[in-house]
């Protein structure tokens, strides 16, 4: 019974990060996070985001997502914030004091907004995977309804900025 007890107490949210770190290795919060995005690939339809999000039906989740992989690092509302609108998350990171603009060159784990009109509004995120050779690898949700590995020219006109969590 006392065995029991401890199982279900290292199994509580408060470990999350401690299980992560023992599955997929330890490593500095901006790789955890591109780890956790890298394990969901074409996860489809974004069901699994939302609901966790708390809403009980089909939404734009890009932004979800970035704040669900936030939480299975355990970094949620301390490093990312929750939220479920571009324009929030942009505001948080603005408001912190962690953003850069378009031409700052991202690092892993930074979170890329994209404005698809150049209409000077964002209207969609993701997680910076690497850059390399002047190409932003990123991980996205809701990137044609599925979790997808992108890239773009570091000079992209479709990037809008970056949010640069304290990790």
């Given amino acids: 019974e006392e065995q029991q007890h401890q199982v279900e107490d290292l199994l509580s949210s408060q470990y999350d990060v401690l299980w992560f770190n023992l599955l997929y290795g ?46 299975e690092i355990g970094l949620l509302n301390t490093t990312i914030p929750k939220f479920a609108s571009v324009r929030v998350g942009i505001n948080w990171f603005k408001q912190n004091g962690l953003w850069q603009e378009k031409s700052y060159v991202p690092r892993t784990g930074d979170i890329i907004f994209f404005d698809w009109e150049n209409d000077g509004k964002a209207n ?22 599925a979790v997808k590995e ?4 570091i000079n992209s006109n479709v990037i809008f900025g970056y949010g640069v969590p304290k990790y």
Avoid: P, Q
């Fill in 150 to 153: 992108r890239k773009y020219d």
């Fill in 26 to 71: 330890s490593m500095d919060g901006n790789s955890a996070i591109v780890t956790a995005a890298l394990n969901e690939l074409n996860n489809t339809g974004g069901e699994k985001y939302w609901r966790w999000y708390g809403l009980e039906t089909r939404t734009e989740w890009c932004a979800i997502f970035v704040s669900w992989a936030a939480n």
């Fill in 124 to 145: 969609h995120t993701g997680i910076v995977e690497k850059v390399e050779d002047n190409v932003i690898y990123t991980v996205e949700g809701n990137s044609d309804d």
